[in-house]
């Protein structure tokens, strides 16, 4: 191919260097999206959080014309509806020292701001010298055609035929030279024979495109990102290919070069644009776009300090009365009969609070919902192995089943026929789908099995109560799912003392990490959670993110039967924790669709506690029924708060319903992250909006907890909260739009809305706006942590990922202080200046 501008400054090797360079720092920018059966929520923005979150709002909006904030109608009917007063305005005008008054940030309110020029790219530039009336769009055809390709090339698990593994960019510039479709739909003449002279490695096409687009230096990083940004969704996806090479959940790799192929993919197709003999006229009005000083504009303009304003005065209105909340706490509670260990999420706290006021008794107590266990699940029959854990960790262990043994029969024997079943299942499964998909089954399945067919779809579509089944008890019956038991695996090659001495260490670090060392109640609960949902391919993200997706039945249950151990207990006395024989640990798991909440093993427990069983389901049931009566309204069913029953009966048809597009909110509307004695919080209704994580700094006295706290469920919940937040700001890029047109790629990749464009990720409209209201208000998360204020200054000091969303306000920072002799909590706020240092301000 042609140079198409001569003039470049990419020749020599330290230019080479700074070109590798852009390509890094391009790719570093791209945040990753997990797969459909392990999606957990993640910060679209993470590549941006060095950066003050105003600035990255300005280069976002240069590089692809993306907003971080809502529109002003937003703001405007906020301040309607009387959310956002006189008072929030003037008080984040004083906090943000800015020179601009009340009546300038209302009258504001009242006209809509522009948005940033975007980034120029060759595409957009030739579709603004096009008929797109009457002819598609380049921008449109590009995103399709790399977007089919990727969708081919990265299947593993639905399609019957692959493109050959040779390289992402390879294997795309194979199938570019015999693709016809640009020169008949688009009129480009002679496409084939310039595709055919595209460089073989995706390296020297970045390099030879960067020259023959004239591109500087200095403008390589950002217009490699527009590109990426472009087809974010496969870039998404390419980031997390890297993202599990690196932590090396992946055999045989440890890097993964898919993001660059992708890149070189994308900056192929500009390069072949700019040649396009159809549109001579490009070259030259590409060179002046490249002239633009506007591509490197750092100007901070006055409308976008208004936006931000509006902003901080809309999260001011939620922070305010949350802090005089929290300022006043009643007295402690009845000593506990149980203790209920949830996840942290925020689905926990209304169930949480229906607990504690079903019963007087019982404590609860906030932690990760993968209780600590680095942990990976194998159910036995089957190669899968899934990630039990949060997305940045490894595992280090592995559960897997096992069963009660029969007396007639060797626990080997009983392993390896229900292992043989379970085969079966799941081979017959998968041949079922395998029929139903196959090119021949468009023709031939409705005159095989009709009649037959018809029955099942009339039955799965009448409302039902059933619990359906997960994958992982195909084969097995109802006896042999009850007597299955996940259990921790010895670490291979260990001998039993180290064996013994490595279960020692997790039980001392987890329960050390929860705060329960010492006074421990007859029964405690260790409660997970999971969802209940029909026909619905982001199920996993109504799981427990923190165990990768699924649900928390298996690290309960594990942990549950750790911390039994008589061995495990006695080896604990060593490290002084020492839990008594008459405490028995029991593993839960909390459905957030219907606020059931079953128990697990509960024929392991001892005779004793028989009537604490008992007292306990009763209370459990009690703490449902409130649970379901709260949420009844923003699922359409206040009608029936004062009918438990069927309230319960329409929760779990809805549950069941392969229709419903809602059948619960999630995460929605998670404004709050609270580190502090479960006490700080219980006489407060948050609403369900809030993470609430135990910690008593007291008993932290190296500060390790509190450091493992902001480092790990602080940056987890920022993740959570940011993916809402920018699924509701652009819902466009960074969502996956109607999930009625969803259609999922790859059996597991992503989906697409509609038959094709670009890979969606994030969350659907459905989960965030109800049809007429957002049931999600952006809001940056506002954590409170009850610890010393040079605890935590330390704790930001030694981490740069804790200290870029702390001073650079991805997330807002409050610290309690408990008087010392009783009273009320001191709260104070930390305040970022603009030299890196900070300040604490009394709220």
């Not at 990727?150 to 493109?163: E, G, R, T």
């Not at 997970?528 to 997706?549: E, I, K, M, V």
């Not at 029991?586 to 509960?602: A, F, K, P, Q």
């Amino acid at each position: 191919m042609n140079t198409v501008v001569e003039k470049n400054e990419l020749g020599q090797a330290s230019d080479l260097a700074q070109l590798q360079a852009s390509v890094t720092q391009a790719c570093q920018r791209i945040a990753p999206t997990w797969p459909l059966d392990q999606f957990i929520a993640v910060n679209p923005y993470w590549g941006f959080v060095e950066q003050p979150i105003a600035d990255a709002a300005r280069r976002l909006g240069r590089l692809s014309g993306t907003p971080l904030l809502m529109p002003r109608s937003f703001y405007r009917s906020e301040w309607q509806a009387g959310r956002l007063t006189q008072v929030h305005l003037q008080d984040a005008i004083r906090a943000a020292h800015a020179d601009c008054s009340v009546d300038e940030l209302v009258d504001s309110l009242t006209e809509e701001r522009e948005g940033a020029p975007a980034h120029p790219l060759v595409t957009t530039l030739a579709d603004s010298r096009r008929d797109l009336s009457h002819a598609m769009a380049w921008v449109d055809f590009v995103t399709h055609q790399i977007s089919q390709h990727c969708a081919a090339y990265f299947d593993v698990s639905q399609a019957a035929w692959n493109p050959e593994r040779v390289g992402l960019y390879a294997s795309w510039a194979g199938q570019l030279t015999g693709d016809h479709s640009t020169a008949l739909l688009m009129g480009y003449a002679g496409f084939g024979r310039k595709a055919a002279g595209l460089p073989q490695e995706p390296r020297a096409l970045i390099a030879a495109a960067t020259r023959a687009l004239g591109l500087k230096p200095a403008q390589c990083a950002d217009y490699y990102t527009a590109l990426l940004m472009s087809i974010n969704g496969w870039a998404s996806w390419c980031a997390y290919e890297r993202w599990q090479a690196r932590l090396g959940t992946v055999p045989g790799k440890t890097d993964d070069d898919d993001i660059i192929e992708l890149l070189a993919i994308r900056l192929g197709w500009e390069w072949l644009l700019l040649e396009n003999p159809g549109q001579p006229q490009l070259a030259p009005e590409w060179i002046a776009a490249c002239a633009r000083p506007d591509w490197a504009e750092d100007r901070f303009d006055a409308e976008n300090k208004h936006d931000w304003l509006l902003q901080d005065a809309l999260e001011l209105a939620y922070q305010q009365p949350l802090c005089e909340g929290l300022k006043n706490a009643p007295a402690v509670s009845l000593p506990p009969t149980v203790q209920a260990v949830f996840c942290i999420d925020v689905r926990s706290e209304v169930f949480r609070r229906a607990l504690e006021a079903s019963s007087a008794t019982v404590q609860t107590r906030g932690f990760a919902g993968f209780f600590g266990l680095f942990i990976a699940y194998s159910p036995v029959g089957t190669a899968m192995t899934r990630p039990q854990l949060p997305g940045l960790l490894a595992a280090s262990r592995c559960v897997t089943d096992e069963w009660d043994r029969s007396d007639s029969q060797s626990l080997g024997q009983v392993i390896a026929q229900r292992r043989q079943r379970r085969k079966q299942g799941l081979q017959w499964r998968s041949t079922w789908q395998t029929f139903r998909g196959s090119a021949s089954s468009g023709f031939s399945f409705v005159e095989t099995c009709g009649l037959w067919y018809a029955g099942k779809l009339l039955k799965r579509s009448l409302p039902s109560q059933a619990t359906p089944h997960p994958v992982e008890q195909t084969g097995l019956s109802g006896e042999e799912i009850r007597t299955s038991r996940p259990r921790l695996q010895n670490l291979p090659g260990a001998t039993p003392e180290a064996e013994l001495q490595s279960r020692c260490d997790m039980a001392a670090g987890i329960l050390g990490a929860m705060g329960l060392t010492k006074d421990f109640a007859r029964i405690v609960l260790l409660a997970g959670h999971g969802s209940q949902t029909a026909n619905n391919p982001h199920a996993a993200g109504l799981d427990c993110g923190a165990c990768g997706g699924q649900t928390g039945e298996v690290n309960a249950r594990a942990l549950a039967a750790l911390l039994n151990d008589g061995a495990v207990r006695t080896a604990l006395r060593a490290k002084d924790i020492v839990i008594p024989g008459s405490t028995c640990f029991l593993g839960g798991l909390h459905n957030t669709t219907t606020d059931e909440l079953v128990l697990y093993d509960t024929d392991l427990l001892p005779a004793s506690h028989a009537a604490d069983l008992q007292q306990l389901k009763v209370t459990l049931t009690l703490a449902g029924q409130r649970a379901r009566a709260e949420r009844a309204p923003a699922l359409g069913l206040a009608h029936l708060v004062t009918e438990a029953g069927r309230l319960e009966k329409a929760i779990q048809s809805r549950a069941n319903d392969w229709a419903q597009v809602r059948p619960e909110w999630g995460l929605a509307n998670n404004a709050a992250f609270i580190v502090a004695p479960r006490t700080r919080s219980q006489h407060l209704n948050l609403a369900g909006r809030a993470f609430l994580h135990d910690y008593d700094h007291a008993q932290d006295t190296t500060g390790s907890v509190l450091e493992l706290i902001m480092t790990a469920p602080m940056v987890v919940t920022n993740w959570i909260n940011m993916q809402y937040y920018a699924s509701v700001v652009d819902n466009a890029r960074y969502g996956s739009g109607n999930k009625l047109l969803h259609n999922v790629v790859g059996g597991r990749l992503g989906v697409f809305e509609g038959n094709g464009g670009d890979l969606r990720t994030g969350l659907p409209m459905q989960s965030l706006h109800d049809g007429s209201q957002w049931r999600h208000a952006p809001l940056r998360l506002s954590v409170f942590i009850e610890a010393p204020q040079a605890a935590i200054d330390g704790i930001i000091a030694r981490h740069a990922v804790v200290r870029q969303l702390v001073q650079n306000q991805w997330l807002h920072l409050f610290q309690m202080q408990a008087a010392v002799a009783g009273g009320a909590v001191s709260i104070t706020r930390y305040k970022p200046a603009a030299s890196g240092a900070r300040d604490w301000v009394a709220v």
